[in-house]
């Protein structure tokens, strides 16, 4: 996804995390502009990935659809109005985009169908911005724990595994703890992504306690000096008390090891889901605090808009965004990005 760098050497190194040789400072140097211009070649290739695949969509936002040269007038923004409404971007959020719309009709700024593209996206940009927050991991903590939350089908065990190659990449040591106890192809699942990154994945049998799998998993993280823990757990319908109630609990127990543990409550949502994601995110964010949240599945059936009620209803930072299966099609958040893709008048337009 992120591309792979080799890890510095280390003492403690494990045969799964072989140490590298010419472990200098210079070499450190080397490694880390590496790291970064291949992070820079990713982010680039992502924003151009998610362009084509959002704009494989209906045009719900992209204003191609109203004849150039048209007059912005009433007709037109009622147009645009029931785009967003059946783009899932919900009733609320619209509101707020017609909105700045329609004062800037009144001040006479939009004369014609470009000035309406440009301020339609500099709304959506101003509505996603304080919600733009890609995860960055303190430097004073470890293992950072991230708690994976979210329902059935979310693509959660993915978006783990896809993290783990991210952080990993950045020469971060990692684990993950098969957290899923209650559905063996999660565990399989995770051991797979343990062995594409080389790192270990803490599991137990098939029913054990949740918690208790995550609690050792806290443990072996701590002994090994692992930079960052990657918690999986049961994906359970945001309607099922009892499943929530035990979520809950893997929080108590992770917290009794490190109080400020899960550093990171990240729910995974699909983003064709429209408001039923809403719903999920606010029943998610009530019962354990959400503290970020990965929307996957934006090359599918769904539009785009789901981001947006997201943003405008709950407020809640988004991390990730994911537009494909591939290593490479999960990227950081970037709200501008995100905005342009959406608006963009042509598939594959250069970036």
């Known amino acids: 996804m992120f591309g792979r760098k080799k890890k ?4 403690e190194a494990t045969p799964e995390e072989p140490t590298v040789a010419g472990n200098t400072e210079a070499g450190a140097e080397v490694s880390a502009a590496a790291a970064s211009t291949a992070e820079d070649g990713h982010r680039k290739g992502f924003f151009s990935r998610m362009r084509q695949k959002l704009g494989r969509k209906d045009p719900w936002l992209k204003v191609g659809n109203l004849l150039p040269g048209r007059k912005i007038d009433d007709e037109v923004l009622e147009e645009l109005e029931t785009n967003l409404l059946m783009a899932d971007v919900g009733l609320g959020v619209t509101e707020q985009i017609m909105s700045g719309l329609h004062k800037r009709v009144a001040r006479a700024e939009l004369a014609d ?3 309406l593209s440009a301020a339609l996206r500099e709304e959506i940009v101003r509505l996603l911005e304080p919600v733009s927050a890609p995860l960055k991991l303190p430097s004073n903590v470890a293992p950072f724990m991230i708690l994976m939350v979210g329902v059935n089908g979310a693509g959660k ?7 783990a190659r991210h952080f990993t990449s950045q020469g971060k040591r990692v684990m993950m703890a098969a957290g899923d106890t209650f559905r063996a192809a999660a565990v399989d699942q995770l051991k797979v992504w343990g062995e594409r990154n ?3 994945v803490i599991a137990q ?3 054990a306690d949740p918690a208790a799998v995550v609690f050792d998993a806290m443990e072996a993280a701590r002994a090994r000096k692992v930079d960052v823990l990657i918690a999986d757990t049961a994906g359970r319908l945001h ?12 929080k108590r127990v992770v917290s009794r090891h490190d109080p400020v543990a899960p550093h990171e409550v990240m729910l995974v949502l699909d983003g064709g889901m429209g408001q039923n994601a809403v719903q999920q995110a606010r029943a998610f964010h009530e019962a354990i605090g959400v503290t970020g949240i990965t929307i996957t599945k934006l090359d599918g059936t769904a539009r785009g808009g789901t981001l947006l009620a997201i943003a405008g209803e709950l407020g809640l930072p ?3 965004i994911g537009v494909g299966e591939g290593l490479e099609d999960l990227g950081p958040f970037d709200a501008r990005q995100y905005a342009e893709a959406l ?6 337009e250069a970036d």
């Open 8 to 11: 510095k050497g280390d003492a």
């Open 113 to 115: 169908y470009d000035a």
């Open 157 to 163: 065990t993915t978006t783990a595994g896809k993290l």
């Open 198 to 200: 080389q790192i270990d």
């Open 205 to 207: 049998t098939d029913g």
């Open 239 to 250: 309607t099922q008390g009892g499943l929530m109630d035990e979520l809950a609990k893997v």
């Open 318 to 320: 988004i991390r990730y």
């Open 343 to 348: 608006l963009a008048v042509e598939d594959g």
